[in-house]
């Protein structure tokens, strides 16, 4: 058995490579700053079309994209008409922004861009005062869908990123492609992020992933569990490897930015992975969960029911801790 490694926060997917495996085509190409994985039963090569379904989403919602939707409307341009991959991520958007207490927030994209996250150069003297008058611009409620498909901002400098579930929004559009092309077993997997149907036929199993320890390095990662997936999705978020340390001050600043302060500090959640029915919940779910901290998350598992999760947590002496629903440790596989 070989341990293939993808570019996942806190995510391997394992595979086997072996002699008996003729029925799957195997798919890869980049996507979204990273590379897709698909495979699935069957002969036919759909490479051409889920090259489509990538740039079909970055052309909707990318913010890497000078001439996409999301891009035009961050401009300032309040005339475009959103089509129904932006509509699907604003609309999933404002429901997890509601069921995560405001902690899920693709307006936080105008201090992801100030913390030197997204895609401008990060503004060098971040205070108290520059960071109040950015916090005027986070929050969902001021943006809402016009009847004529087109945003209304409360600002005009507000700016939207669904860069938190854009990429798994996309990975559930490449599934339900297969699907409608009547395949029945398949996995995708981009950056970490999976989704898989069915099983795994060339091992007559269910898809298997690895999640990865508190201590898993770059440079030799490893896994504390396998668990099965079928018929649903799983996404992770980590703030152990992606964060900035600011040149000038010493401070470090982490990618996951707690929309109700506005600060780009760490919660004492360091990695968060869910399972979910969809990648595009599952992505969104996993980068709350970073942002809310252990309280406010277990507070949200009370409600919110479709989900399972497990996080990795610094108790209040600083000590590496874990926590996985019920849900998710029925899915372990045990040795």
């Given amino acids: 058995m070989r341990k293939i490694l993808f570019l996942g926060v806190v995510l391997l997917f394992l595979g086997c490579k072996s002699e008996k495996n003729e029925e799957l085509i195997r798919l ?16 036919q090569d759909f490479t051409h079309a889920i090259d489509s379904i990538v740039q079909a989403v970055n052309n909707s919602v990318s913010t890497y994209q000078d001439n996409s939707l999301i891009s035009k409307i961050n401009q300032g341009d309040s005339t475009v008409v959103i089509d129904q991959i932006f509509k699907d991520n604003f609309e999933l958007s404002k429901r997890i922004h509601q069921e995560s207490f405001g902690y899920f927030d693709p307006t936080v994209g105008v ?14 003297n ?16 001021k943006v809402k ?116 302060d506005g600060k780009a500090e760490q919660s004492d959640i360091t990695s968060a992975s869910v399972i979910a029915n969809t990648c595009a919940e599952a992505d969104a779910y996993a980068t709350a969960i970073m942002a809310m901290g252990k309280q406010n998350t277990l507070k949200m598992l009370e ?33």
């Fill in 28 to 43: 890869s190409g980049d996507a979204f700053g990273t590379i897709y994985n698909v495979q699935y039963e069957g002969d």
């Fill in 111 to 124: 201090l992801r861009n100030a913390y030197g996250f997204g895609t401008e150069k990060p503004i060098k």
């Fill in 126 to 141: 971040l205070d108290s005062i520059v960071l109040d008058s950015l916090r005027q611009l986070v929050g969902l409620d």
């Fill in 145 to 260: 869908l016009s009847k004529k498909n087109t945003l209304v901002k409360l600002h005009p400098k507000i700016y939207l990123d669904f860069n938190a579930i854009a990429k798994g929004y996309g990975i559930d559009l490449i599934g339900e492609f297969l699907e409608g092309k009547n395949i029945k077993n398949y996995l995708v997997e981009l950056g970490g992020e999976i989704r898989a149907q069915g099983k795994n036929t060339s091992k007559n199993q269910a898809w298997k992933v690895g999640v990865e320890g508190i201590d898993s390095q770059v440079e030799d990662r490893s896994y504390t569990r396998i668990i099965s997936l079928v018929d649903e999705a799983l996404a992770s978020s980590g703030n152990y490897r992606k964060f900035r340390v600011d040149s000038l001050s010493g401070k470090k600043f982490v990618h996951t930015i707690n929309p109700l």
């Fill in 303 to 335: 409600t919110v029911k479709n989900i399972e999760v497990y996080f990795t947590y610094l108790d209040s002496l600083q000590k590496p801790r874990e926590y996985s629903t019920q849900g998710f440790k029925n899915k372990v596989q045990k040795e």
